[in-house]
């Protein structure tokens, strides 16, 4: 049997940095990523064969748990058919119309491959559409890792951004605005001085890459009001709130429609796929229809969409959210006590079955306010619960998942854990 370090070690001689994702190389806490062998329920398994409870579940679509077996029996039932086709299924259409039940704003959808090319796909049908170039994000909101869309803000608050990563040019983001989450005023000097030129506004309209970040009241309110005035495109990044904060999203929630929205994770259970969908008049657009090109050999794949039919089929049973969101604020309700008895300066919120957890007296509003938060004490808290048999995130910037199969048990045990992790933090 191989130790984590050692796998560590073998991966980091044939893959950079030994991770195929950056977060996984634990980087940002120290130490030595922990190397999966299987995972069932509510926990997963090392390589050492070490038990972990589980709370990242593929960063969201283990809404189910790992391994629901009827998930893992319509994946078995299509493989047997063909892994995939290049070609156009009756499963799509079942899935196309599964999400447009459930999300009224998608009149029609597009399925990709992963959330990345989601976005990507839906900035260039804004952009198609309007005919204009610049685009708005916020700082902290991540949506993928298209040249366009990996940008901070710039020195002033309506400058253009500026790369955050190597190999990516300048001209690439010089369209793109980048603002402050939940800075409703900055969005409105924004729109009145590039109005005419902006495409499109693309939002998580509840963050999940900077922790979780709520949108405060009026927020995407405003978004909605200034694009419709200005004739651009709002879009909602969903591809992590989608079917995993409630019924219908972040939109179901707050009842603001977005003009396109993108999903991935919780719509593929697990195996890689992604949509972008809205208004039909917008994806009139998309080629074989309109000028906008997008393509994907697998785009539609039949063992992802069949994973992803039934794992919605299963998340539409009556009741399924009410106890998702019980477990889910259990488990940061109990944590912030435990926290507090300590002495601890500590918060979370949560929304469905998604959390976020932060060493600050309050819980933050931008990525400003989760960057003032102890991330030191975070690491310290990471590694104690690591050793527990408890799996965070491993950083302090992503938030935390919940699934269906996370019962007070093992709620219960995450929280007596995190009592004496806290004990030794005070």
Request: aromatic letters at 8%.
């Amino acid at each position: 049997m191989s130790t984590n370090a050692e796998l560590f070690e073998r991966a980091c001689r044939s893959i950079p940095g030994g991770v195929n994702s950056p977060v996984r190389a634990f980087r940002s806490v120290g130490g030595t990523p922990r190397f999966v062998a299987r995972a069932q329920g509510p926990y997963f398994w090392d390589a050492e064969d070490k038990r972990y409870i589980d709370y990242i579940g593929s960063w969201g679509p283990a809404i189910l748990g790992h391994a629901h077996p009827a998930v893992v029996k319509a994946v078995q039932d299509a493989a047997v058919h063909g892994l995939s086709y290049g070609a156009p299924t009756e499963a799509e259409i079942e899935i196309a119309e599964l999400l447009i039940e459930r999300l009224p704003s998608m009149e029609q959808v597009r399925l990709v491959s992963s959330g990345t090319e989601a976005t990507m796909s839906a900035i260039r049908l804004a952009r198609g559409a309007t005919g204009r170039n610049k685009i708005v994000k916020f700082e902290g909101c991540y949506h993928g890792h298209a040249d366009s869309l990996l940008v901070k803000a710039g020195s002033g608050l309506l400058t253009f951004g500026n790369p955050t990563s190597a190999g990516v040019p300048a001209e690439f983001v010089s369209h793109t605005i980048v603002l402050d989450y939940n800075d409703s005023n900055a969005v409105r000097e924004a729109f009145n001085t590039h109005g005419k030129d902006i495409a499109c506004v693309i939002v998580e309209p509840m963050a999940g890459n900077m922790n979780l970040v709520k949108p405060v009241p009026g927020f995407l309110e405003t978004l909605r009001e200034l694009c419709t005035k200005h004739g651009a495109v709002l879009v909602f990044d969903e591809v992590m709130t989608g079917f995993r904060v409630g019924p219908r999203g972040v939109q179901g929630i707050t009842g603001v429609t977005p003009d396109l929205t993108t999903l991935a994770k919780v719509i593929g259970g697990g195996m890689p796929i992604g949509a972008f969908g809205g208004r039909a008049d917008i994806m009139a657009n998309i080629a074989p229809l309109g000028g906008v090109y997008q393509a994907g050999t697998l785009s539609g794949n039949p063992v992802a969409v069949a994973a992803g039919i039934k794992t919605l089929e299963l998340l539409g049973e009556p009741g399924f959210y009410d106890k998702l969101g019980a477990q889910t604020r259990k488990l940061t309700e109990g944590l912030t006590e435990r926290a507090k008895h300590h002495g601890i300066a500590f918060s979370a919120d949560s929304e469905g079955g998604m959390f976020g957890i932060y060493f600050a007296a309050n819980v933050p509003k931008s990525l400003n306010d989760v960057s003032a938060s102890d991330i030191d004490r975070f690491k310290k808290f990471f590694h104690g619960m690591l050793d527990h048999g408890v799996y965070f995130a491993p950083s302090a910037y992503e938030a935390g998942f919940v699934s269906a199969m996370h019962d007070d048990s093992v709620i219960d045990a995450t929280i007596i854990a995190a009592d004496s992790v806290f004990k030794s933090l005070a």
